[in-house]
């Protein structure tokens, strides 16, 4: 089945620097990818919606200008959180919806998430 | 705008039954979704329901009734692996370009104790 690979599993970054999150479609080519964020204990919160080809629509509140997203490819989009800080630690993942055609036959799992990305900034 | 309600934690011993109700206010909808979530790790899908009724996938069903907006997961002969986050969620229609695009629920923390 399709599959989305996330990396890195964890990072770790001193506060004022950039850290790279990728998000892969394996076996297939997802023109729209998903970020979430989600705090301890806490839900998955959309961030921002990837368009392969096209910037980013984000969420009312987040800020495009940190949380930059690059959809360069069919198969590859990029989370980067600029000058990161201690707040900003979180999980980040990624999905990405499936193939096209499945979305009828099957609605409800068509959608494919990455493994994640725990992110501490010390 | 869209919001959704579930209860926070549900603690049950092995081999109960525990039944986790989402209530859902959306200005538009396209079926209700549940996922699994341990400690950790990515969500992962369990069921679907696009319309009214019971959908059942082994141990665990969901059922939608669209005319009260409401929802439910249910988990049969609990064993200690079930204990993870639940969450219900609703995605935009596949008509739309944002289609694939999830909204959860705050989650459930359901508690296996032995």
């Known amino acids: 089945g399709a599959v989305v690979s996330q990396h890195p599993s964890r990072v770790i970054c001193k506060s004022g620097t950039s850290v790279k999150i990728e998000c892969r479609s394996l076996d297939f080519q997802a023109t729209t990818m998903f970020w979430y964020r989600q705090f301890p204990k806490q839900s998955l919160m959309l961030m921002a919606t990837s368009n392969e080809g096209s910037k980013a629509t984000y969420e009312q509140g987040v800020e495009k200008d940190k949380f930059l997203i690059n959809h360069a490819s069919l198969t590859l989009s990029t989370l980067t959180v600029t000058s990161a800080h201690p707040e900003d630690s979180s999980f980040y993942i990624c999905s990405a919806r499936g193939p096209t055609g499945q979305g009828i036959r099957a609605p409800g799992n068509t959608i494919y998430f990455g493994e994640g990305s725990w992110l501490t900034v010390v | 705008g869209q919001s959704l309600e579930q209860p926070s934690e549900v603690t049950a011993v092995e081999g109960a039954i525990v039944q986790i109700n989402c209530t859902y206010q959306?200005?538009?909808?396209?079926?209700l979704s549940w996922y699994q979530q341990h400690d950790g790790g990515a969500p992962t899908f369990l069921s679907y329901?696009?319309?009214?009724g019971l959908e059942e996938t082994g141990r665990f069903s969901s059922f939608l009734s669209r005319s009260d907006s409401y929802g439910y997961l249910l988990l049969q002969e609990l064993q200690m692996k079930d204990s993870a986050s639940y969450f219900c969620?609703?995605?935009?229609?596949?008509?739309?370009?944002?289609?694939?695009?999830?909204?959860f629920g705050a989650g459930t923390q359901v508690v296996v104790t032995p």
């Open positions: 959306t200005s538009g909808f396209y079926g």
């Open positions: 329901n696009g319309l009214d």
């Open positions: 969620a609703v995605r935009d229609p596949p008509s739309s370009d944002s289609w694939g695009k999830l909204q």
